[in-house]
């Protein structure tokens, strides 16, 4: 797992690396766990995730904002994605975590800067997210 955060003015830039580009989607989710999460102690949760999109980057948006939304309004405080499957610009993804009070640092992602690309067969992403 590679990512890294990059601090901005009211903003973080996340920075993701991967072998392949299930494994980044996966990756951008430990790290969105990573900004938002507490003792998450409460009980287990798991949520089904479909999102489309018109392009892979902009999938990788609309999934922060998917997993954005699911901290807000269900107290989701995810772990892991126990299946993530890919096809074409869809994306579907069952989210496990517990319930908590997630940090509600993220206000939205943007598409500022938003890139996801192959590079020599390593994906490459960026997203930034206002907080």
Known sequence: MTYRWVDHT?????????????????????AFAELVGDSADGAPARHEVEVTAQDLPTLLADWLGELVFLAE???????????????????????????????????????????LREDDGVWKARVVLDV
């Open 73 to 115: 309004t269900e107290g989701l405080v995810p772990e892991r994605a126990s299946t993530l499957e890919l096809a074409g610009t869809t994306l579907r993804a069952t989210v496990e975590g517990r319930h908590g009070e997630p940090s509600p640092i993220v206000k939205a992602v943007t598409y500022h800067g938003l890139e």
């Open 10 to 30: 009211a903003e973080v830039e996340l920075h993701v690396e991967a072998a392949g580009l299930e494994e980044l989607f996966v990756d951008a989710l430990a």
